[in-house]
């Protein structure tokens, strides 16, 4: 039976240069391209933490010591990295179609997700991006640029800006075509470039979306059939690293809901993962979640490991 | 009559800094939304000039001046171009529409653009990029990183990459299916990520494929009627300059090959926009290309201005 299958990928699955990002996208390429191969329809999501960091961090430093190159706003980053990683990406799945002699068109697409200027984390920016700063160079920034800055863990201060819930993709109309069209779509990368919208206007703001909501959302655009979370672990467990440890197979609503309640998840790691899987298996009667290893996807396509999560 | 219309943006109309590329993409937008209203098809193609030097400029400033950034491929430099102008693009026109009452999606599509890995361009580089060294520089650059550098107009030296033929778009597939779902496409951008062949893998070289070039290629793929090479003036002039200029509506191939051999047309300026569209025009009976300002699209269309090159 044929599936519609969204499958997110960790920005930290990508490595930190572009020799990395090549080598690490051929691993990624053969879990997914055993899911097109067996008849399914895929669609790529994918972080980019440590690559909008990156791009953000030398474009920043070039432009302040006098590198004659302009700073370059977040948003616009985030559109950079979406063309630096979807670039290998859909070359590595490419090569791996044709390697097993499919030929279905691969593409990137640019893609905006629509978010809420009223959404409370613009009041609350809680995410890191970009480099470590001293004090004094924390307060010139939140003076000069209106940045919001915190203390990172004792490594120094870092710029923390809002991550807000995505509402929409603007590019959803697309991503469709192109789905119907047999291409395997890279979509929603590192989030989506949020956007707010001023009458018939998008402007970026700066904010990262986090990919896992970004996923279920056009997982529940898509109609989808399965959204798949990846992760370093093959299952989600309860107790992790405790003496109870155990490692769960199925997960519903209410049980997910609970464990949340317990604290059993980790915040910005295992937490967001669990809540995106739930809100697109609460949005509509079938929809299953999966959260399992690269390696593992099929498999837990195939009901034999990960954790899935299901309303019952 | 409804016309598919290959567009081709000059990446000096689309400015130095996100600030001015922001602006000036809405310009670009209103005469392209004017070829849509009135019905034609269209897909927009673009040049990265500016911007791509701007961002490897600031990758290299940043690596080399211990930024704690990776050093970036040009390729991974023309990807990040793709998404940061695609992404402004995008949003300039899909806004334009809106405010006309019209809803075609609009899509940036990252395109790779195949190079041939014997063409003589890579024997012979000639396309400068990036910021300009000292004597000393280049030469630590020559003996380091097998740079091609060359002393340029007395400025300095400017390091050198071929500029190759495009052969074909790896993307074509996804552009036609999204132009057939009645999307305006963004593509080849910056003339496409230059790409070779090896087997099943495609390998990004450092070369700029000339955007004129690609985009008469994506062109030909699409069965377009028209392509469109934007410029700063209204028409193709013979004779520029002098007492007996002349300003031309139309050119035949045999009339084009004539002035070449005069040396008409400066190189890198006029010589591959003209060149351009011999090839399209020559490429199959009924193929116009018209050269003329973005102002006058629309009315280079209907006839009444820019200068036509068609096969007789």
């Known amino acids: 039976m044929k599936d519609k299958i969204v499958v997110a990928l960790g920005g930290n699955a990508l490595g930190k ?92 697409v640019v893609t905006q997700v629509l978010v809420d200027k009223d959404d409370e984390a613009f009041t609350n920016p809680t995410k890191p991006i970009g480099s470590f700063y001293t004090k004094e160079e924390a307060d010139k920034l939140i003076e000069e640029k209106g940045f919001d800055m915190v203390e990172d863990s004792g490594r120094g201060y870092r710029r923390v800006v809002p991550s807000p819930r995505p509402i929409d993709v603007i590019e959803k109309e697309t991503v469709k075509a192109l789905v119907e069209a047999n291409n395997v779509v890279i979509t929603v990368g590192g989030g989506g470039i949020p956007v707010i919208k001023e009458g018939n206007s998008l402007v970026g703001v700066p904010a990262v979306i986090d990919k896992d909501f970004a996923s279920a959302k056009i997982a529940e655009i898509l109609d ?89």
């Not at 559109?79 to 593409?107: C, D, F, K, T, W």
């Not at 959260?291 to 396509?301: P, R």
């Open 17 to 108: 240069t572009p020799e990395e990002q090549l080598e690490l996208v051929k691993n990624t390429a053969k879990p997914i391209v055993d899911l097109i191969q067996h008849g399914h329809e895929v669609i790529l999501a994918h972080g980019n933490g440590p690559q909008v960091g990156m791009i953000n961090l030398a474009m920043e430093n070039s432009a302040t010591n006098g590198g004659g190159t302009p700073e370059m706003p977040f948003p616009e980053c985030g559109a950079m990295s979406q063309g630096y990683i979807g670039y290998h990406l859909q070359n590595a799945i490419r090569e791996e179609l044709l390697n097993r002699e499919m030929s279905n068109p691969v593409a990137t």
């Open 224 to 312: 989808a059939d399965y959204l798949i979370i990846l992760t370093a672990v093959e299952k989600v467990a309860i107790n992790f690293g405790k003496e109870n440890e155990e490692w769960l197979s199925e997960m519903s609503i209410e049980e997910a809901n609970k464990y949340i309640g317990e604290k059993q998840f980790a915040p910005g790691s295992m937490l967001p993962k669990v809540k995106a899987c739930m809100e697109f298996a609460s949005s509509k009667k079938g929809r299953k979640a999966l959260i399992t290893s690269l390696d593992k996807a099929e498999a837990g396509i195939e009901g034999k490991t990960g954790t899935i999560i299901i309303k019952k």
